[in-house]
């Protein structure tokens, strides 16, 4: 009896959890295999989806405000704007405008529309809507807000006929060449917008791009649907969506499972791995993206009242120069970036070929001997018992703060570097890690020796280039600001400044630059560490991306539409990718699976049903 | 049981002048009584949750105010601004007022139910909590029901069967899972499941590519989603139910009442099931009316490694702006209805238990 007991047990224990094993397995087959057939069949539909970590900075998409630089491209992929960047070397190209001139004095512009520019429902793009939009913005004390430099200046904007935009200013500015790649909106419907500042982004509104709004899921997923009516050429393929991710891990792990096709933004062990991953292609081409080392090189007032604790040595540019002299960027890109850049010089970029400034026969050599004898030159010729130089006139040792952001780790790799460097000069660096909202914190303060900083530099010089004027390195009132990066100030370099701002012809504008580079770059109020790569992933399945200049550079965070907008899928026109092989096979599990459980089902309840006769 | 019936306050049997049953007065009196002593139980829970809500509503202002980092440079986005447009920012957001005035016009935001609108946009934080709501209730829901089903079931086998190779693996299992951190299971769980067989989604509700508009393609899209975040979720939750269950069928399995069952000739499965889970029940129930109290809270650390598009993702996100009026919304939202559910629960539990009822 008690044998028989125990046999029948287990056998009915095992036949029970075979039929919940199974049960539990055809329910997993369903669920995955169903929309795994789903979104490869998916109509036909040739969809590119890019993963983005970031997309979850903002909660709208205005393209009157966008201050994110997610947000600017997916709103450059919507909207053309007036004048573009051209592909080949980000000098200003014809967008909505065919063409445009200025008159002698520089303060009146005529733009010209071209009259093939129509919006995606069909209506004509005008001057009109040119000046509606540019006295909307004018008049709104929050989207102002975002376009000062464009629109401080101007007095009146005319609109003579549907094809020409007359500007008058106050003063001649070069940013009119390009109209901060400035978006105008259709007259016709946001003129029935009350409030255009509180704009979120509505699916199916008119745009001008090769894009328009499909759906916009906040935090989450961003679904832009070829614009039919795009007057350029349309697009290769039907839908582009922004899938957030709230890692970079994450994104990473979703393109090797092959539910995205691109994803921007990668490290070089990232890069790599996904390298590796079959089926998968990488870009690693310049940016517009700089890390460097910013000194407080003496934080005050207009006055002269002194902010924050910054060591009085690094006033002196000589200390900063020697500093400059034993950072062998070559050797950080290699080591530290594992090839992915190029070394630094000022803050344009070599991907900026009308404002890059190759310092030639100038360039710093790498040498602890040049260094130290700028420092004796300078008469930090005194030494404490630890082998510490003395600046001769605070009596302090040159030992420096150097403070660096917890979160990155590149820069914590860099310190390293930097503190054995510069003891060949007799200088002390104390690293000092923080995470970056104390740390900036401290840095809008002037609390701070040496520190370090990113950059992405725009196309345009006039609006990075005040971050090193006198107006914001020498503040007003003694209290932080975050629109220093140095606190530097030097009188030469304003000059140049306010002459770059104003000048209208492109090729002076960039001598102009250049030569404010170089007395940066002799001056040494930061040093630019390096340029490195943008490292992005696509899949094998899609070629054609529009790299931003077109010799090479990156695909995403451009501020133009070139780069998901000339995408294709391999071989042209077949719809999504994904194996139909394996989606059968799915089908085919999800099938073999059910049969099992309904098996499973039948047995349970029939041994229910003979319980009673078995008892 | 038999000493149960022993103890409280209304015991029928320590009435005098007969049982209650003959005596319609004496039994209105017990009537009377019962229900005397049940508001005075109500009353005391419902003092007590309303003590722990006002707290929560306090602390709720303050705990989000001492957060590193400044929600204006959420707003400004990656365009450094003008100390001008700082201040106006800041304006808007109402930051600039001193702290006293921000705590009456939150205090007056309770009463009026305003809970105000993001720092990052134009929504009402309670639209972005209705919105996200259902996607927590469905990932939360699903783990409970099959870690408490699954829990239950595993852990009586492992009670019955004492000392059995079952019950050690059983066991052995609940508590390394217990142990586990949810983000580490997690990761673990995309890694092979996700990224090496490829057999779910990475992250997400919906997949990146999109499906089909119909109702089923909807829905057996999201259940594929569904799928890890729910197991890894409920593999944690899971032990607790495995533990309990097994430790109060280990307490039934003495009992006469079960030698009884099995002298009658009943198989030993159906004395397990019919007899002792039933009895073994109680403590579980507990603990499941103790966890259901969480169920709006979703879990932080499984929706965001799973990216799942909930209140535990939208306090994550909230947190590192700080968005302080959407994560005092999600606070109090989260505390409260824990407050709540857990009252509701002790109620509900003394029906559910007369050993409870006639203890208190």
Request: glycine share 10%; hydrophobic share 40%; charged share 20%.
């Amino acid at each position: 009896m008690t044998i028989s007991v125990a046999v029948r047990r287990s056998w009915t224990s095992a036949r029970r959890a075979a039929a919940l094993g199974a049960g539990f397995a055809v329910a997993v087959a369903l669920a995955g295999g169903v929309p795994q057939a789903s979104a490869q069949d998916d109509g036909g539909k040739k969809v590119l989806v890019v993963g983005k970590v970031g997309l979850n900075d903002f909660e709208d998409l205005n393209p009157l405000d966008s201050g994110w630089v997610i947000q600017g491209e997916i709103n450059n992929l919507m909207y053309e704007p007036m004048m573009t960047w051209g592909q080949k070397d980000y000098a200003p190209a014809p967008g909505i405008v065919e063409k445009w001139e200025f008159s002698p004095d520089g303060k009146t512009w005529t733009y010209h529309f071209d009259p093939k520019a129509k919006w995606s429902d069909g209506k004509p793009i005008t001057s009109k809507d040119a000046k509606f939009t540019l006295d909307l913005i004018k008049g709104n004390e929050v989207l102002a807000g975002s376009e000062t430099s464009l629109v401080d200046p101007i007095t009146s904007v005319e609109a003579p006929d549907e094809h020409t935009l007359v500007v008058t200013l106050d003063k001649p500015s070069g940013i009119m060449n390009h109209m901060n790649n400035f978006h105008i909106m259709p007259e016709h419907v946001w003129s029935k917008i009350a409030k255009p500042e509180e704009y979120q982004g509505e699916p199916g509104q008119p745009t001008s791009g090769p894009f328009t709004l499909k759906e916009f899921r906040p935090k989450e997923r961003v679904v832009l649907e070829a614009n039919k009516n795009y007057w350029r050429k349309p697009v290769a393929y039907d839908e582009l969506v922004f899938q957030n991710y709230e890692t970079a891990e994450a994104a990473v792990q979703a393109m090797q499972a092959g539910e995205i096709d691109f994803l921007d933004s990668l490290n070089p062990e990232q890069a790599t791995a996904l390298e590796k991953t079959k089926g998968i292609k990488i870009n690693r081409a310049p940016s517009r993206h700089l890390d460097m080392l910013e000194f407080n090189t003496g934080a005050q007032t207009r006055s002269g009242e002194k902010l924050g604790d910054g060591h009085p040595a690094l006033e002196d540019p000589a200390v900063r120069q020697a500093i400059h002299h034993v950072i062998d960027k070559d050797q950080l890109i290699e080591r530290i970036l594992d090839g992915n850049g190029t070394p630094g010089v000022g803050l344009v970029a070599p991907i900026f070929p009308n404002y890059y400034w190759d310092p030639g026969a100038d360039k710093v050599e790498v040498s602890a001997e040049a260094g130290n004898k700028l420092l004796d030159d300078a008469g930090y010729t005194q030494k404490n018992g630890d082998g510490i130089r003395i600046d001769p006139r605070s009596k302090r040792p040159l030992s420096f703060r150097l403070l660096y952001h917890s979160d990155r780790p590149a820069y914590a790799d860099v310190v390293d570097f930097l503190v054995t460097w510069v003891k060949e000069l007799g200088i002390e660096l104390k690293p000092e890690s923080k995470e970056s909202d104390p740390l900036n914190k401290d840095g809008d303060a002037g609390k701070f020796d040496i520190t370090f900083g990113a950059w992405n530099f725009g196309p345009d010089p006039g609006e990075d280039y005040e971050y090193y004027t006198c107006d914001r390195g020498r503040p007003e009132k003694a209290e932080p600001t975050g629109l220093t990066m140095a606190f530097w100030c030097n009188e030469d370099f304003d000059t140049l400044q306010a002459a770059e701002v104003a000048e209208p012809d492109v090729t002076k504008r960039g001598q102009i630059v250049k030569d404010m580079q170089k007395i940066e770059y002799d001056q040494a109020p930061q040093i630019v560490l390096w340029y490195d790569y943008a490292l992005e992933a696509y899949s094998g399945k899609w070629t054609g991306f529009g790299t931003l200049p077109s010799s090479g550079g990156a695909i995403a965070r451009q501020q133009s539409y070139y780069g998901y907008a000339q995408a294709h899928l391999v071989g042209g026109d077949e719809g999504d990718g994904g194996d139909s092989g394996s989606s059968t096979g799915v089908i085919a599990g999800a099938a073999v699976a059910g049969v099992v459980v309904i098996g499973g089902i039948v047995f349970f309840v029939q041994r229910r049903r003979t319980v009673g006769e078995r008892e | 049981m038999a000493d149960i019936s022993r103890t409280g306050v209304a015991e029928p049997s320590a009435a005098p002048g007969g049982t209650p049953q003959s005596d319609p007065a004496q039994a209105a009196v017990l009537r009377r009584a019962y229900r005397g002593e049940f508001l005075r139980f109500v009353a005391v829970k419902f003092s007590g949750a309303l003590v722990s809500l006002v707290m929560v509503v306090l602390t709720s202002f303050f705990i989000f105010r001492v957060l590193a980092g400044d929600p204006v440079d959420a707003v400004v986005g990656d365009t450094p601004a003008t100390p001008e447009q700082v201040a106006a920012i800041r304006e808007r957001l109402g930051l600039d007022e001193p702290m006293g005035v921000q705590f009456w016009e939150y205090l007056r935001s309770l009463f009026t139910m305003d809970w105000g609108t993001s720092y990052v946009s134009d929504k009402k934080v309670t639209t972005l909590l209705w919105e996200r709501l259902p996607a927590t209730v469905l990932l939360t829901a699903t783990a409970m029901i099959l870690a408490a089903a699954f829990g239950t079931w595993v852990g009586a086998r492992s009670g019955w069967r004492r000392g059995s190779t079952g019950e050690k693996v059983q066991v052995g299992v609940s508590l390394t899972l217990w142990s586990t951190p949810t983000f580490w299971l997690g990761m673990i769980a995309i890694v092979a499941f996700s990224v090496k067989l490829g057999w779910f989604p990475v992250n997400g509700m919906h997949s990146t590519r999109g499906v089909g508009d119909g109702f089923w393609d909807e829905f057996f899209d999201v259940a594929h989603h569904l799928v890890l975040p729910a197991l890894t979720m409920a593999a944690v939750l899971y032990a607790q139910y495995v533990l309990i269950m097994r430790t109060s069928i280990l307490e039934e399995r003495g009992n006469d009442y079960l030698t009884v069952a099995r002298a009658k000739g009943l198989r030993d499965d159906h004395v397990r099931r019919l007899h002792a889970v039933p009895n073994a029940l109680l403590p579980t129930i507990t603990l499941a009316a103790a966890e259901f109290g969480t169920i709006f809270n979703g879990s932080v650390l499984t929706e965001t490694v799973f990216s799942w598009p909930g209140l535990g993702l939208t306090f994550y996100q909230a947190i590192k702006i700080p968005d302080i009026p959407l994560l005092q919304l999600l606070f109090v939202f989260f505390a409260g209805t824990t407050v709540l559910v857990n009252f509701l629960a002790e109620i509900f539990y003394r029906f559910l238990d007369p050993r409870v009822r006639r203890s208190a």
